[in-house]
C-alpha cells in the first residue's frame, strides 16, 4: 500500500521511472475459516521462520534493480 501512494504522489513528474519490490515476509494466505485470529497466527510462524531469507532476498532484488537500471540510464558510479 506504501508502494501505490508513493506512485500516487510522483505520477506527475514526466520521465521519472521508480520499481516497488514487495518483500514476501508478509505472507498472504488463504482464511477459509475467516479465523483472523488463526491465519495471524498461521503467517507469524511462516515471518519467523522465513522472515530473514526473503528480507535478504528483497535486498539482492532491490540493489539488483538499482544498478541495471543506474547502467541503462548512464549513470556514473553505479558499481557492483
Known amino acids: ?3 501505490a501512494m508513493v506512485a ?3 505520477q506527475g513528474i514526466e ?3 521508480w520499481y516497488a519490490i514487495r518483500n514476501a515476509s508478509d505472507p498472504q494466505i488463504p482464511n477459509p475459516n475467516n479465523n483472523l485470529r ?3 497466527n498461521q503467517a507469524g510462524q511462516i515471518y519467523a521462520k522465513y522472515g530473514g531469507l526473503t ?3 528483497s535486498v539482492i532484488a532491490s ?3 538499482i ?3 543506474g ?3 548512464g549513470v556514473h558510479g553505479v558499481r557492483a
Open 71 to 73: 547502467k541503462k540510464n
Open 63 to 65: 540493489w539488483s534493480l
Open 8 to 10: 500516487y504522489a510522483l
Open 38 to 40: 488463526e491465519a495471524e
Open 1 to 3: 500500500m506504501g508502494d
Open 55 to 57: 528480507t535478504a532476498s
Open 67 to 69: 544498478y541495471t537500471a
Open 15 to 17: 520521465e521519472l521511472e
